[in-house]
């Protein structure tokens, strides 16, 4: 019984004693720091900047990994489309192209499952007349109405025709807001004036623009038309369509349904017909790649960075070691363990490390908010690339202050005395 009563006493006092031992340590390092001001300064100065670097460069990242996939998700992450791509064989008995069709587009809707929306595009170039007396050739297309919410188009000014105007065949049109603008001098100025495709007057009831600028790389260009399908096929005479967009009701089902109307379409035409499927979840898939490779690229920058700066330190406590050679010895002589002259130096690598890494945070931190502060700028802000950031200080401070540290453990005290 006394033996365990005297074991909670023991303990107490041997935390006790280390809590002082680390708390003198600390407090040697700092008056180390506060004696030679500008060398501490200077040092940490690296840090800080490496610090800084790597919060920015992961704010960069987020904010460019951001934008780029709203941009994606923007056009709509749950469209698929299909389209005609050619023959397999060119020894194939049948030169004749095998086009997709409107009677395609019913049997994939009602053959795959989970399609919310689907619109063919059927593309005609036309010279068309508009209100100056002038011609010009224009992308004219025709879709459905249900085209507006699968391609997420945004009627700038008036509506988009819906499925009385559709199914009725009336003559109206959309325009693309650059065509408004360039030709009529306002979005509003379009509505009600006519336009003739093959002779055949379309009144213009809206100005229309895509949800994100596509640079071109879409169906719509930049001065396009969007008539009704019904009028567009009864003015080609012809059943086949460039194009058939479809949008899901959730973006999971898109691989199986992808696959899907691959074999539904596949299925109602000639084998050596060659059909192209496609959908956003292999860009988005890129998008993240690309996004993830960039990032790496200028965290690599910011680690070189850090590397040097972890260098500097190494050197500045190697320089400050020989400066003390008899001040450790004198420790030394009244006692000092080698332990605890280890811990001073490698406590004074860290502090200088830490030091230089909140400035780092401090400055990485506050760029990015001055910037959201003061502009219409909107950056992603990491609060834990500020933890990392400094725990990555505090690393590289101990990493390259150990070996300055277990350099001035190992010298002899009476050869330390005897230095000056």
């Known amino acids: 019984m006394p033996q365990t009563a005297a074991t909670p006493l023991t303990m107490p006092r041997l935390n006790l004693s280390r809590t002082l031992v680390f708390r003198e340590i600390f407090a040697m390092g700092m008056d180390s720091l506060r004696a030679d001001k500008l060398r501490a300064a200077m040092t940490a100065l690296g840090m800080g900047v490496g610090t ?21 998700e923007a056009v709509g992450t749950n469209v698929i489309w299909a389209e005609y791509n050619g023959i397999a064989s060119a020894a194939s008995t049948s030169g004749a192209a095998d086009y997709i069709t409107v009677n395609d587009m019913l049997a994939v809707e009602r053959q795959v499952p989970g399609i919310k929306g689907a619109s063919p595009v059927l593309n005609m170039h036309e010279r068309i007349a508009l209100g100056s007396g002038t011609e010009q050739e224009v992308l004219v297309l025709g879709v459905n109405p249900q085209y507006q919410s699968v391609r997420r188009i945004i009627a700038s000014a008036g509506r988009f025709f819906d499925e009385q105007d559709s199914q009725s065949g009336n003559k109206v049109a959309l325009i693309t807001d650059n065509l408004a603008r360039r030709k009529f001098g306002s979005l509003d100025a379009a509505l009600g004036q006519t336009l003739k495709i093959q002779e055949v007057p379309f009144v213009i009831i809206g100005d229309f623009r895509e949800s994100v600028d596509t640079l071109g790389r ?75 490779a960039f990032t790496a690229v200028l965290l690599l920058f ?30 030394m002589a009244v006692g000092a363990t080698r332990r605890a002259i280890l811990l001073q130096f490698l406590s004074e690598a860290v502090l200088i490390a830490l030091l230089g890494g909140m400035v780092g945070t401090i400055v990485g931190l506050g760029v990015p908010i001055s910037v959201e502060t003061f502009t219409d700028i909107h950056l992603t802000i990491s609060a834990m690339s500020a933890f990392i950031a400094l725990f990555v200080s505090f690393v590289v401070g101990l990493v390259f202050g150990i070996t300055p540290a277990n350099n001035a453990s190992r010298l002899d005290p009476v050869e330390c005395l005897r230095h000056e």
């Open 218 to 292: 879409s169906e719509i260009e930049d001065d396009t038309v969007l008539v009704p399908y019904t009028v567009a096929r009864s003015m080609t005479g012809t059943p086949y369509v460039n194009q058939i967009y479809f949008s899901m009701t959730n973006s999971a089902s898109i691989p199986a349904a992808s696959d899907g109307i691959q074999k539904v379409i596949a299925a109602r035409h000639r084998p050596e017909s060659v059909y192209t499927v496609g959908n956003m979840t292999e860009v988005l898939r890129l998008a993240n790649k690309t996004a993830a």
């Open 302 to 331: 910011a680690a070189v960075t850090l590397l040097a700066a972890g260098v500097g330190i190494m050197n500045i406590m190697l320089a400050t070691v020989h400066s003390r050679i008899h001040e450790i010895g004198v420790r």
């Open 52 to 72: 800084a670097a790597l919060i920015l460069v992961v704010t960069v990242a987020l904010t460019g990994k951001r934008f780029v996939l709203a941009q994606i």
